[in-house]
């Protein structure tokens, strides 16, 4: 069949309080904040928070919506682990990496013949570390995970499901992956092609009560894939439906991307996403990606009000531009208008329209 995704292009969890997901994530991840935006539904100001490699790459992108409002119930239909590759031998730093941080994990583990070690958030999130020599992503590195061990980007996901047969036939059916093996409870898909990011592991646990499906603190919400066009978008979201998965949602507008979206029969909601031009660098410049809140031109009108709900952070001293590094940064105001221009598939955009009475996490 054709198939229009190419990998994993970002995976979106709801952590509790902002500031502990951005020192999880940049002191022992060792990622980097690559922007500071907001939730562009709904009625309350929630953060989204964007963490990623070097090159903010498509495929290491990790999305957070700190969300201490709610606690969300851990379990089957979840996106249960997020996976990122490290270089052959890395695991042995990252249990003691891991230790020095006080942060729960697993011990160097082995699946489909290939070392991880898995470490947990602080609000109840699961991330694995796996060694794989191929992935030539340029890493984000710090003063503690430096190049030869920091994660390049993204080897894929874990889904916990208590039915593999149904996600095996949407994975396969729907979205063109093949399935290329079977270890123990875990069935290992990949998006044909080449280069990192294009692997699923369903983990099989028939007895494991459902999760919660909305935004709660210690969860993760979706996994979205790359496709090439706003086109591609329209002709997965075709297949969808002729399949008979007749609640893909319409095509949204999220600024840096557009998507699509679909509850996949496991439980786990899947995203489709097309870049639009510019990406992350249409509002800040590469050596100031998330340095400041950024917010789509449609939402700049109600800056105040969004920003006096949303708890202040401290941008990791590893983020902040370094006097006389790169170039100045491009206008922002060109950039948001080339963005606000109309796009050539109808696209849907939530209007900022928040409701104070509601308390924000
Ligand atoms: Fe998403």
Redesign the pocket.
């Known amino acids: 069949m054709q198939t229009f995704v190419k990998g994993v292009h ?1 995976i ?1 969890l709801c952590p509790g309080r902002a500031q502990e997901d951005v020192d999880f994530f940049t002191q022992v991840l060792g990622q980097r904040l690559i922007k500071q935006t907001v939730l562009m539904d709904g009625t309350i100001p929630i953060y989204h928070l964007y963490y990623g490699n070097g090159d903010a790459d498509v495929g290491s992108i990790a ?1 957070t919506f700190p969300y201490a409002r709610k606690p969300g119930r851990i379990g089957s239909g979840q996106l249960s682990c997020t996976s990122y590759t490290v270089p052959k031998g890395a695991t042995t730093f990252w249990k003691s990496h891991c230790d020095a941080h006080g942060a729960e994990n697993s011990g160097i583990q082995e699946r489909f013949g290939t070392k991880y070690i898995r470490a947990r958030h602080p609000a109840g999130l699961l991330f694995e570390m796996i060694e794989d020599a191929s992935d030539q992503r340029n890493p984000w590195t710090t003063k503690q995970v430096s190049r030869d061990v920091a994660t390049r980007g993204f080897f894929g996901a874990v889904l916990s499901v208590r039915d593999i047969r149904e996600q095996e036939s949407f994975f396969v059916d729907a979205l063109g992956f093949r399935k290329v093996g079977v270890d123990g409870p875990y069935h290992r898909f990949e998006v044909p092609g080449n280069g990192p990011g294009r692997n699923v592991d369903l983990h099989h646990e028939p007895d494991r009560e459902a999760g919660s499906w909305g935004f709660g603190a210690g969860t993760a919400h ?1 996994i ?1 894939f790359n496709v090439e066009s706003d086109d591609a978008l329209v002709k997965q979201k075709a297949i969808y439906e002729e399949l008979g998965y007749t609640d893909a949602s319409e095509v949204k507008d ?1 600024f840096y991307f557009h ?1 699509m979206y679909v509850r996949s029969p496991g439980g786990i909601l899947v ?1 489709c ?1 097309a870049n639009v031009p510019g990406g992350f660098y249409q509002d800040e410049a590469p050596e100031e990606l998330g340095t400041k809140l950024h917010l789509p031109p449609w939402f700049e009108e109600q800056r105040a009000a969004i920003v006096s709900q949303l708890e202040p952070i401290t941008v990791p001293e590893e983020n902040r531009p370094k006097s006389g590094a790169g170039s100045a940064p491009r206008p922002a105001a060109a950039a948001a208008q080339k963005s606000a221009a109309e796009p050539a598939i109808p696209v849907s955009r939530t209007k900022a329209a928040f409701d104070k009475t509601k308390q924000p996490s």
């Open positions: 970002h979106t999305t979706h979205a999220r998507s995203e996403t």
